[in-house]
């Protein structure tokens, strides 16, 4: 008998599965490998909206939490996967510098913005308006961290590689079952894999595709990750991540010419030098209209639980997320209503009847 079956070993997933057995609970983790998100993400964390200049949901509650959660499994897997790197956010105008130094004043931005403008040092970056540093920010090398995760369950006995089938699964008041196993629960971490789950699928997932271009910029010798129109992201080696696309209707998981075309070309905006794009990936974001993770309870079956939606800040927002689920679950603990997924009704998106 487990405790938790979890559906996905993505970031929301390992997220999951770390707290529930850090708490001492009996788990067991499905993955089919079908959805390539949290491999193929960029990875960074940072608190700001960088567009807009204000925090995101709970900003410095995220990092307080998250990070720490990062630090521990580097511990336990004795891995290296939180890269700690600047972000420099280049300025476009005179306008856009002092938008800045008004932001870093307000409380709660002025943790992470630095006041100090940082004039351009770098003969290959065009940026002669110079840039704004993020503070606190980094880098976590998901796929590394997935792949090492994956490897601990699998030594424990926890990992079944294999889709999940939902119409398999009998529901029970006290527990579930699915062929031979029996659990107190199941937490649905599919990522935009829920569109094919009868369970939760009446809830918004919209879906957004990125892509990312991995491209050779030969003495470019940049070591922060500078955001202008998207993020060059260092990698060594002359190598670099530039991404990252926002697309909304296509849903195919192959990386497309439209989105390489956009990248080069804002790319050609910041540099001054040649690039050669080596690759190109894909891969779809669990997006929701407002934002905000699906975390909670299905409203007619107990037993079952989703954790989703992650959206474009999965490295920031799976771990505390998965926090509040296990809190409301185990001990009753309301969940921020913000990410409560009863904030849809059952019925959300369906015409009545
Ligand atoms: C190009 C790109 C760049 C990004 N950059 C960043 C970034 O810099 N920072 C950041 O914080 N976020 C970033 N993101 C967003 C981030 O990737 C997502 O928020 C996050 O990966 C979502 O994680 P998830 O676990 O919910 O979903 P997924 O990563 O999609 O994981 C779901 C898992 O469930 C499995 N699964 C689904 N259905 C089944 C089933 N029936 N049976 C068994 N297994 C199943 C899938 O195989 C998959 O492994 C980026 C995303 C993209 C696409």
């Given at each position: 008998?487990?405790?938790?079956?979890?559906?996905?070993?993505?970031?929301?997933?390992?997220?999951?599965?770390?707290?529930?057995q850090?708490?001492?609970?009996r788990?067991?983790?499905?993955?089919?490998?079908?959805?390539?998100?949290?491999?193929?993400?960029?990875?960074?964390?940072?608190?700001?909206?960088?567009?807009?200049?204000?925090?995101?949901?709970?900003?410095?509650?995220?990092?307080?939490?998250?990070?720490?959660?990062?630090?521990?499994l580097?511990?336990?897997?004795?891995?290296?996967?939180?890269?700690?790197?600047?972000?420099?956010?280049?300025?476009?105008?005179?306008?856009?510098?002092?938008?800045?130094?008004?932001?870093?004043?307000?409380?709660?931005?002025?943790?992470?913005?630095?006041?100090?403008?940082?004039?351009?040092?770098?003969?290959?970056?065009?940026?002669?308006?110079?840039?704004?540093?993020?503070?606190?920010?980094?880098?976590?090398?998901?796929?590394?961290?997935?792949?090492?995760?994956r490897?601990?369950?699998?030594?424990?006995?926890a990992?079944?590689?294999?889709?999940?089938?939902?119409?398999?699964?009998?529901?029970?008041?006290?527990?579930?079952?699915?062929?031979?196993?029996?659990?107190?629960?199941?937490?649905?971490?599919?990522?935009?894999?829920?569109?094919?789950?009868?369970?939760?699928?009446?809830?918004?997932?919209?879906?957004?595709?990125?892509?990312?271009?991995?491209?050779?910029?030969?003495?470019?010798?940049?070591g922060?990750?500078?955001?202008?129109?998207?993020?060059?992201?260092?990698?060594g080696?002359?190598?670099?991540?530039?991404?990252?696309t926002?697309?909304?209707?296509?849903f195919?998981?192959?990386?497309?010419?439209?989105?390489?075309?956009?990248?080069?070309?804002?790319?050609?905006?910041?540099?001054?030098?040649?690039?050669?794009?080596?690759?190109?990936?894909a891969g779809?974001?669990p997006?929701?209209?407002d934002?905000?993770?699906?975390?909670?309870?299905?409203?007619?079956?107990?037993?079952?639980?989703?954790?989703?939606?992650?959206?474009?800040?999965?490295?920031?927002?799976?771990?505390?997320?998965?926090?509040?689920?296990?809190?409301?679950?185990?001990?009753g603990?309301?969940?921020?209503?913000?990410?409560?997924?009863?904030?849809?009704?059952?019925?959300?998106?369906?015409?009545?009847?």
């Open positions: 008998m487990f405790d938790y079956l979890i559906i996905g070993s993505g970031l929301a997933g390992m997220a999951m599965a770390e707290t529930l850090s708490r001492g609970h788990i067991c983790v499905f993955d089919d490998s079908s959805r390539q998100a949290s491999l193929v993400a960029a990875g960074l964390y940072n608190p700001v909206v960088l567009k807009r200049l204000n925090l995101t949901w709970e900003g410095g509650r995220l990092m307080d939490f998250s990070i720490p959660f990062y630090q521990r580097q511990e336990k897997l004795g891995g290296s996967f939180d890269e700690k790197l600047p972000i420099l956010r280049r300025f476009a105008s005179a306008e856009e510098q002092n938008a800045w130094f008004e932001a870093a004043d307000r409380p709660g931005l002025s943790r992470f913005l630095s006041p100090r403008l940082l004039r351009n040092d770098n003969p290959g970056l065009d940026a002669p308006f110079g840039f704004g540093e993020v503070l606190e920010t980094g880098r976590l090398h998901t796929a590394k961290l997935l792949t090492a995760y490897s601990l369950l699998h030594r424990q006995g990992l079944r590689a294999e889709s999940f089938d939902h119409g398999s699964l009998r529901l029970y008041g006290e527990e579930v079952a699915y062929g031979d196993i029996k659990s107190r629960y199941v937490v649905f971490c599919e990522g935009f894999g829920m569109r094919a789950n009868p369970f939760f699928r009446y809830l918004p997932l919209q879906g957004s595709k990125g892509e990312l271009l991995t491209v050779r910029i030969p003495g470019l010798g940049e922060r990750i500078i955001k202008s129109g998207v993020f060059l992201i260092p990698e080696n002359d190598r670099y991540r530039v991404g990252a926002y697309g909304r209707n296509d195919s998981p192959e990386p497309t010419p439209a989105a390489r075309e956009e990248l080069t070309r804002k790319l050609g905006h910041i540099l001054k030098v040649d690039f050669e794009v080596e690759n190109q990936s779809i974001r997006t929701v209209p934002r905000r993770p699906l975390a909670g309870r299905h409203p007619e079956h107990p037993r079952l639980l989703a954790l989703n939606g992650m959206g474009s800040r999965g490295v920031l927002l799976a771990p505390y997320a998965a926090a509040c689920l296990a809190d409301f679950v185990e001990s603990t309301p969940l921020p209503p913000e990410i409560d997924l009863a904030r849809y009704g059952k019925f959300y998106g369906k015409s009545p009847g």
